[in-house]
């Protein structure tokens, strides 16, 4: 079991930069693949970022490479998406979710965090 609470979304303008963390609850954070997802006003969820166990492995959204990054600290229990050159189509609720595959497909994913809102005005 694994609770998840994102942090860090707000209003940034275009070519700015925003950190998400989500932290989450417990001591089997580390055995979880984590990734982020978001989703803008009626679009549907796309995924983002997905980080493996001891961080070897990570993967990323074409649109999001080169400006956002992944990373995690198992022993915070955290992980991070670090985003620059924000972009207004970047806009939308950003969540964490964890499972135990490496899976680019939301539906895979057992445990969501509540979402945190990020919004980028040109």
């Known amino acids: 079991q694994v609770q998840l609470v994102e942090s860090g979304g707000g209003l940034v303008q275009a070519g700015g930069s925003l950190r998400l963390s989500c932290a989450a609850s417990g001591r089997t954070f580390s055995t979880y693949v984590m990734g982020w997802f978001r989703q803008a006003p009626g679009k549907e969820r796309e995924f983002v970022a997905i980080i493996s166990r001891s961080s070897a492995l990570t993967d990323y959204k074409d649109s999001v490479k080169g400006r956002f990054t992944i990373s995690r600290d198992n022993a915070k229990n955290t992980v991070y998406l670090q985003m620059n050159s924000l972009k207004p189509e970047d806009t939308g609720v950003y969540y964490c979710?964890?499972?135990?595959?490496?899976?680019?497909?939301?539906?895979?994913?057992?445990?969501w965090g509540q979402g945190t809102q990020v919004t980028v005005s040109s």
């Open positions: 979710a964890a499972d135990q595959s490496f899976s680019r497909i939301g539906a895979t994913y057992d445990y």
